[in-house]
């Protein structure tokens, strides 16, 4: 069974930095996409930043430059550090993986981790 575990949320003054970190746990994830998406209230969800197999990251254009994403295929691990933090990053942060050559049958989400931006 696979889970994922979030950590590292919390409250940040704008400007500020957090590192999220997710752990993946139930299979072999070298052949897995690993990312970040967020959901703010009322909004939908949307990426964030990925990382695939081979190492290539995609970032959505609101965050390209200030967050870096990395993962730590020996800890199954993947990273999100976060820096210039704004008020609009203010979401629930989910972690996914999914496999790469199978991505609609093997897709999992963690249970989110809250981060607010504000003053």
């Known amino acids: 069974q696979v889970q994922l575990v979030e950590s590292g949320g919390g409250l940040v003054r704008p400007g500020g930095s957090l590192r999220l970190s997710c752990v993946a746990s139930?299979?072999?994830?070298?052949?897995?996409?690993m990312g970040w998406y967020r959901q703010a209230p009322g909004k939908v969800r949307e990426l964030v930043a990925t990382?695939?197999?081979?190492?290539?990251?995609n970032y959505a254009e609101s965050v390209e430059g200030r967050f870096t994403i990395s993962r730590e295929n020996a800890k199954n691990t993947v990273n999100l550090q976060m820096n210039t933090l704004r008020p609009e990053d203010t979401a629930v942060y989910y972690c996914?993986?999914?496999?790469?050559?199978?991505?609609?049958?093997?897709?999992?989400w963690g249970q989110g981790t809250q981060v607010t931006v504000s003053s």
């Open positions: 996914n993986v999914a496999n790469e050559m199978n991505p609609r049958l093997y897709n999992y």
């Open positions: 990382t695939s197999s081979g190492g290539t990251a």
């Open positions: 139930g299979s072999d994830f070298r052949f897995y996409t």
